[in-house]
């Protein structure tokens, strides 16, 4: 399960959370949620009730798991000695079935059948894994347990800090049907409902201006409520009070200087049961983990994992950007098409950390000789490519190419082995009638003539220039 994946279903757990009023199909759902996104094969809920007691409300996983535990009850002090004796696992409590002293027989429980794997991590039917359910003022009123891991393995810290967020949610489902119960009349729940949502409300005059935020909303935007409320909304954010529907997603900079992004909806309200001015209830989904993963997808979509550099698909884009620039305005662009000379001996003989070290050095200095408008980019294995532009002359195209050359001729480190780097380089310059894909194959001949007479040096494409090689500071890669 992805970070994108997982954020999107716990921002629909806190909408159900927020909507349903049935707390035990809620509970459902976040056990259900547990099993089927967690690799777990049962979810267990734990409700405490009055009486200090604790009842299993939800099950999630085979039907012999929920025969067996839903509706049973046992004491919550016994609930409280076993927190007490589990190894604390950040927000979860792990109890290793060789240190059990007797503490799981405590409580209403459920072994799976079938022996333990071998491996030292192996999930042991008895092992007991759960999260302790709090409310805002750390009273407990529950726990999620888990069980029957389906790689046979005890969690890793990533999927332990998922399974801290559903259990988050669970208890925020727990707490909200407790001030459900609070309330008398509907004008009580709703502001039970409001100050206690984990989704960020303010509420708007027709006017959009802010009259009421919560906590949540006071913690998304980093202001505190005197700070928000009788303000314009568009204060806050530019489109937060525009826009042509009542969803959308808006940009907020907080007093820190951090940015965040939320996903708003907005509903028209009376003012209450004794009536008043119409208000506008202002919910605001924090998306920002999801905005900041898709971005990172879309980084990565487009440049090189190991460099960080544009990849080809990305240079291809911006060259054909450049080369339409430059028939509008009569420039020329240059590319220059470098391979990394002998790099197959490095791989060979120092291994490809090595080489990817190095591939990241040269890199890394390439990008260093380009300039503002210049683009540099790796196109796989141990090509790289620059796009320079506007690039007037071809002595001014293979006065870079010579510069080039001699910034990566650099002694580089390899875990100990001095290696002075050298490029072959093609270098073509952009006619009125180039294409990337042209201008680019232009370049790639150009390298290969340049590569056939020895390496080290650069070559002109053809009907441009005679062959030149850079300096040679020491000993050749």
């Known amino acids: 399960m992805s970070e994108t994946q997982a954020a999107e279903l716990l921002a629909q757990l806190a909408r159900r ?3 349903s009023l049935d707390l035990r199909e809620t509970l459902q759902v976040v056990a259900q949620a547990v099993v089927d996104q967690l ?10 009730q009055p009486g200090e007691m604790c009842e299993v409300a939800a099950v999630a996983g085979p039907d012999e798991v929920g ?5 049973t009850r046992t004491p919550l002090e016994n609930f409280r000695r076993l927190l007490a004796g589990c190894e604390a696992w950040g927000e979860l409590r792990f109890l290793d079935h060789r240190n059990d002293n007797g503490l799981s027989r405590s409580v209403a429980g459920w072994s799976p059948p079938g022996p333990p794997g071998d491996e030292p991590d192996a999930w042991h039917p008895e092992d007991i894994l759960l999260a302790p359910l709090y409310a805002a003022d750390q009273t407990l009123i529950g726990t999620l347990s888990v069980d029957i891991p389906a790689d046979g393995r ?10 801290e967020q559903f259990a988050a949610h669970a208890a925020l489902a727990i707490e909200h049907s407790r001030q459900h119960t609070l309330v008398a009349d509907s004008e009580q729940l709703f502001r039970a409902m409001f100050d206690c949502s984990p989704i960020a409300i303010a509420l708007l005059t027709e006017d959009q201006e802010v009259t009421r935020v919560n906590a949540a909303c006071e913690q998304l935007l980093g202001r505190g409520a005197p700070e928000l409320v009788g303000r314009p909304a568009a204060e806050l954010a530019p489109d937060a009070a525009e826009g042509d529907g009542d969803q959308y997603e808006v940009h907020f900079t907080r007093p820190d200087g951090s940015e965040v992004w939320g996903r708003v909806n907005r509903t028209s309200l009376t003012g209450g049961v004794r009536s008043g001015p ?7 989904e924090d998306i920002t983990l999801l905005r900041s993963m898709q971005a990172q997808f879309a980084h990565a979509a487009t440049h090189d994992q190991l460099t960080g550099l544009p990849n080809r698909a990305l240079v291809l884009d911006r060259l054909t950007e450049v080369l339409g620039d430059a028939e509008k305005t009569r420039r020329r662009v240059a590319v220059l098409y470098c391979d990394v000379d002998h790099f197959k001996e490095i791989n060979d003989t120092l291994g490809h950390a090595a080489g990817d070290q190095l591939l990241t050095e040269i890199g890394r200095n390439l990008a260093s000789t380009a300039r503002h408008r210049d683009i540099v980019g790796r196109f796989g294995g141990d090509e790289f490519v620059l796009v320079a532009y506007p690039m007037p002359t071809n002595t001014k195209a293979t006065a870079l190419a010579e ?4 910034t990566i001729r650099r002694p580089v480190d390899l875990g100990g082995e001095p290696v002075v780097p050298s490029l072959s380089i093609g270098v073509a310059l952009s006619g009125p009638d180039d294409s990337a894909d042209s201008i680019l194959a232009a370049a790639d001949q150009a ?4 590569k056939a007479s020895g390496r080290g040096q650069w070559q002109l494409a053809a009907g441009h220039l005679s062959p030149g090689r850079a300096p040679d500071p020491g000993s050749q890669a």
Request: proline share 5%; charged share 15%; with cysteine.
């Open 17 to 19: 959370i927020t909507a």
């Open 39 to 48: 690799g777990f094969g049962a979810a267990v809920v734990n409700l405490c």
């Open 67 to 71: 025969q067996a535990l839903l509706g």
């Open 154 to 163: 005890r969690p890793g810290p990533a999927k332990r800090r998922l399974l």
């Open 278 to 284: 119409r208000l506008i209830l202002t919910q605001i």
């Open 403 to 406: 510069r080039v050359m001699r």
């Open 447 to 450: 390298l290969y003539t340049a």
